[in-house]
């Protein structure tokens, strides 16, 4: 076993233990050199815990798994196999698991059980995509952690298995009895994209009654049955059809059960019968007024179910394809249809960044469909947006602005810039936002300006350019490291702040700085601040990873060319 206090492969020092099952214990870890926190699990060999077996082809199950990257499913990073045991290295999740928080906090709101629901149902969808296709086959509470944030990651992949499509049956039993899918104990055949389904619906049956199958015997009853509010509703639908013993009774696929999560309100039986009873109620008088009538009112209604349909539908499966230029018919089709609601615009950028990147093809992909005219005609979808919902378009930009500064491959500030211009005063943006948007802004601004050339030694210090505004920031961010989150708005910013200052500092620290009267000890000091902060902070996201990386990177090489030119030139 690893001990508390001992280093594993060099790098990891081993700190507490953060839980543990039959067979294995996992260990909270940090990475020195990186200050990067880590979680470490070690899986004795030739066991089982919760009766899942310890299987040989964990390693090259592993192996598959590492190359996955979804904001939803924890990263792995490798796996060690010794002796007696298999040492996996993964991501740090900080928060609960939804075990503990049932146990803590009872029975879950429905409201953010559907909400976790879409999430995994996510997750299911890109595993089964895969090529093999990747099923998972031990949903349960006690594998999903719960994050500050209020999303939801899952944590354990050691059941997880390749579909090898036309195999009779599974190799090895796995699962969790109780919420595993009967084809999971034998006689079946081989699990595939439904077993997930069924282990998503007895996992939401959990969370929702506070009940686990176990507790009732193995038997998923009607939702109703044990929270007779919830009698009739949506969610008991869901739940009840994702159980199904026979798979084809089942949703066939996450497409569909997607499409469920999104209506989930509208297959409420006390919705449904609302509805007839305010169509019957209309229907009435409209008939004895003018049957004609009806037929018109008739076919608009339709209309509007057909477009509603062709909405969702574009959208779930955009959502769901293998990557975003696959997804850009759909994606364009539901923003032309509804181009005043901001989901759609939100969802395939955040498609776009999954990865911690954003290159020219994916910026021309979500241009045409933002520039595409709605089916209606008029205006392109953006400036609809723009005019008929502020507050959803003020938050797109947003987050377009970020995504641009911190993910656009090559830097991409001169997007980020005009971007972040529009929206630096908007009132629909909290004070937080509106903080990150000018903080990113300045530094966007300033690489786009005309007064930013390198060759112009007293930027950095004349009033009124905009180098100098970004160095008033910088300064405002010496002196007290704790306090460089809030004056740039969030962490994040912060350290993109300080990169950006190291970066010039490494390139520009004679023309910009020096010769600007920037003294040796303005410049060590706020260095010093910087590698203070930096040594506080880890993400358990991979492109914040990175920008922490690359800050630190650029801090060293900013130490080095601060010694060098003020060793040659003088102390001063």
């Known amino acids: 076993m690893l001990e508390i206090g001992s280093v594993f492969d060099g790098k990891y020092k081993i700190l507490q233990e953060i839980g543990h099952g039959g067979m294995s214990t996992v260990y909270l870890a940090l990475n020195e050199r990186a200050n990067k926190t880590w979680a470490i699990k070690e899986v004795r060999k030739n066991g089982s815990t919760d009766n899942v077996v310890v299987d040989q082809s964990l390693v090259a199950e592993i192996e598959m798994l590492k190359k996955l990257n979804h904001p939803h499913i924890v990263g792995i990073v490798d796996v060690v196999e010794n002796d007696d045991s298999y040492i996996i290295i993964m991501d740090y999740i900080q928060g609960k698991d939804l075990m503990s928080v049932l146990q803590n906090s009872g029975p879950q709101n429905p409201d953010i059980v559907v909400e976790w629901a879409k999430q995994l149902c996510d997750v299911f969808g890109y595993l089964h995509r895969q090529d093999p296709p990747i099923i998972y086959r ?46 999971q104990f034998g006689g079946q055949g081989e699990t595939d994209a439904r077993t997930d389904i069924y282990t998503l619906g007895t996992t939401l049956y959990h969370l929702i009654t506070g009940y686990s199958p176990a507790d009732t015997n193995f038997v998923v009853y009607p939702v109703g049955q044990l929270v007779p509010e919830l009698a009739g509703s949506g969610i008991e639908k869901i739940i009840s059809k994702c159980c199904e013993p026979r798979r084809e009774d089942r949703y ?17 039986d006390e919705n449904i019968r609302e509805n007839r009873r305010k169509w019957r109620l209309f229907l009435i008088p409209v008939m004895v007024a003018a049957m004609g009538i009806i037929g018109m009112v008739g076919f608009a209604a339709a209309r509007s179910s057909t477009i509603s ?20 018919e759909d994606y364009k089709s539901a923003m032309s249809i509804r181009p005043a609601e901001a989901e759609a615009y939100m969802s395939m950028l955040n498609a776009i960044i999954a990865d911690g990147k954003f290159n020219q093809n994916e910026k021309k992909t979500l241009d045409y469909c933002m520039d595409a005219k709605p089916i209606t005609g008029g205006a392109s979808n953006i400036e609809v947006l723009e005019a ?27 997007y980020a810039a005009p971007v972040f211009d529009k929206i630096k005063d908007n009132s629909n943006l909290t004070p937080t936002e509106l903080k990150v948007t000018n903080s990113l802004n300045l530094i966007s601004s300033a690489y786009v300006s005309n007064t930013a050339g390198s060759s112009v030694g007293s930027a950095w210090l004349d009033e009124g350019t905009d180098w100098y505004k970004v160095w008033q920031q910088y300064e405002g961010l010496v002196g007290d490291a704790s306090q460089a989150a809030a004056n740039c708005g969030d962490a994040t910013v ?26 040796r000890e303005m410049a060590e000091n706020i260095l010093s601040e ?18 922490i990386q690359d800050t630190n990177k650029a801090i060293q090489g900013a130490r080095n060319s601060v010694e060098s030119v003020y060793h040659i030139i003088g102390t001063n």
């Open 138 to 183: 031990d949903m349960k509470p006690a594998n999903v952690m719960l994050k500050p944030d209020g999303n939801i990651v899952v944590i354990d992949f050691g059941t997880a298995r390749t579909n090898k499509g036309g195999s009779n049956q599974d190799t090895t039993w796995l699962g969790t009895r109780g919420y595993a899918a009967p084809e």
């Open 252 to 268: 066939q696929n996450c497409a569909e059960l997607m499409e469920a999560l999104l209506h989930v309100n509208d297959i409420n």
């Open 309 to 328: 349909q062709t909405y969702s539908s574009s959208l779930n499966r955009a959502k769901l394809a293998e990557n975003v230029y696959d997804a850009q």
């Open 388 to 414: 008929r919902d502020p507050e959803g378009y003020a938050a797109f930009q947003y987050e377009l602005g970020k995504d641009y500064f911190f993910y656009y491959e090559g830097g991409g500030y001169k």
């Open 494 to 519: 912060a350290i993109a702040v300080y990169r950006e200052l190291a970066n010039k500092i490494t390139n520009e620290a004679l023309n910009e700085f020096k010769n600007a009267g920037v003294t």
């Open 530 to 547: 910087a590698e203070i902060f930096m040594s506080q902070q880890s993400s358990d996201k991979m492109a914040v990873q990175k920008l």
